[in-house]
Nanobody, 117 residues
């Protein structure tokens, strides 16, 4: 099973930008679809963005379309999430899962993105 480590979280001002990274442990990284989810305190974990194994197909939650961009580098075994125009409501923990056959099967520990107003 692939191991995933998210990084790049940290305090950012409202309206600012941040790029999250998620490094995978296996050279078979390109056999996994990848995603980003987030979970705020007391709320359900929600889908943010997803990218296919080749990177040719991407999808986003309506709430982040036009502001967030998911990408991947299959040489570096890393998936990224560029987030623009962040606001204080976006203070959850972000997770990057790896998916196979339409299901996400491995999850990282998450990275928090606190946004100051």
């Amino acid at each position: 099973q692939v191991q995933l480590v998210e990084s790049g979280g940290g305090l950012v001002q409202a309206g600012g930008s941040l790029r999250l990274s998620c490094a995978a442990s296996r050279r078979t990284f390109n056999s996994y679809d990848m995603g980003w989810f987030r979970q705020a305190p007391g709320k359900e974990r929600e889908f943010v963005a997803g990218i296919s194994r080749s990177g040719g197909s991407r999808r986003y939650a309506d709430s982040v379309k036009g502001r967030f961009t998911i990408s991947r580098d299959n040489v570096k075994n890393t998936v990224y999430l560029l987030m623009n125009s962040l606001h204080p409501a976006h203070t959850p923990v972000y997770y990057c899962p790896a998916g196979v056959g339409g299901s996400y099967v491995s999850w990282g520990q998450g990275t928090q993105v606190p946004v100051s107003s």
